[in-house]
């Protein structure tokens, strides 16, 4: 084997190892993008289910609202015609 040969050598065995860190890399790059994403899907998914709380709350609260309102106006109709009794 003659020293171009043995360069030719070294150089192929320097990209290849190159190539198995940037493999490496990726696949790390990769993983942690999953991880992100499902991180991300399940801070969505609370979120979410955290709106519908709020939702369901706000709709307890208008029909509370309705009732006292309701409530309001018997109490307004019933002082009217007490007010007009002799």
């Known amino acids: 084997m003659n020293a171009i040969d ?3 050598k070294c150089v ?4 290849g190892g190159i190539l198995f ?3 490496n890399a990726l696949h790390d790059v990769q ?3 999953g991880q992100i994403k499902l991180s991300s899907e399940l801070k969505l998914a609370n979120s ?3 709106v519908v709380g709020i939702e369901e709350k706000s709709f307890e609260v ?3 609202m ?3 309102e309701a409530k309001l106006a018997e109490v307004n109709r019933k002082n009217t015609e007490l007010e007009m009794k002799p």
């Open 6 to 8: 043995v360069q030719k």
């Open 12 to 15: 192929v065995h320097h990209h």
């Open 21 to 23: 860190q940037l493999e």
């Open 31 to 33: 993983e942690e993008q």
């Open 48 to 50: 979410n289910s955290v």
């Open 62 to 64: 208008d029909k509370r």
């Open 66 to 68: 309705c009732a006292a």
